[in-house]
């Protein structure tokens, strides 16, 4: 018996390019940002260097909301017309998003036709994306819906997700420092690496450059080797993504670097300047 069609669900703070989640198959929720009385969809109404032009614009700073129930169900809805016959709806860590929550009550609201299971990955962007997108590739090959959720749970034991940011001044304003803020009293002019440790973010490196942060990003990607799945961030630097990519070519995986802008809600926090770089260690098999 032909083992199951999975739709793979996440939302946009995965920050997938867009043809690549066309290419995988995967339906992406996206959240909200806020202009004052103005409500966008991330990724879709504003994406991001409109979103980064409005930031640096001044005016109000913009906040972030999980999509409603309403919109996981609609997604819901729409991968089961089309098929679905299991749903992995993989999403942002609960502790600095209610977007597991929202998940959660549209599984409630459709009810136990077609199995729905939410998995909190306690990661953010690509750290969450790669997850995805690894979950989505296995699918396609054949594997059950319950095998399917055990590898994005396999997955996120070695799933890192870590950036360096110009300035905390955005993690502050948007209230989603976590554990980083033991960086703010530091009197140095610092470009603060951090990390997703248990869910929020973490401080795990403070050079004193740019430069030499970007440095530590490769060594650090280095160190992992060897690797699974390899994606880097920009948020409005194309240029250094692009170069951090290049150097870390000879530590990709099979399929290549997948090099993506930090999109608009995790850009509230982050902001102008930053990098990231999001990894899946392999496995010894």
Known sequence: MPAPRIAIVTDSTSDIPASEATRLGITVVPLNVHFGDEVLLDGVTVKGDEFYRRLQAGGAFPKTSQPS???????????????????LSIHISSKVSGTCNSANQAKAELGGN?????????????????????V??????GLTASDAASLARQLMGSTRFFGMVETLEYLQ????????????GSLLKVHPILTMQDGVAHPLERPRTRTRALDRMRAIAEGAIPLRALSVLYSTQRQDGEALASQLKAAAPA????VAQFGPVL???????????ALIQATPS
């Open 173 to 184: 304003r948007g209230g989603r420092i976590g554990r980083a803020q033991m960086l703010l």
């Open 255 to 258: 399929q290549g670097i997948t």
């Open 69 to 87: 129930a309403g919109a996981f169900a609609d997604a819901y809805r729409g991968v089961i017309a089309g098929g679905a016959e299991a749903i």
């Open 136 to 141: 989505a590739r296995a699918a396609a090959a």
């Open 267 to 277: 850009g509230t926090y982050l902001g102008p300047g930053a990098v990231g770089v």
């Open 114 to 134: 077609v199995p729905i299971e939410v998995i909190d990955t306690l990661q953010a962007s690509m750290g969450l994306g790669l997850i995805a997108m690894e």
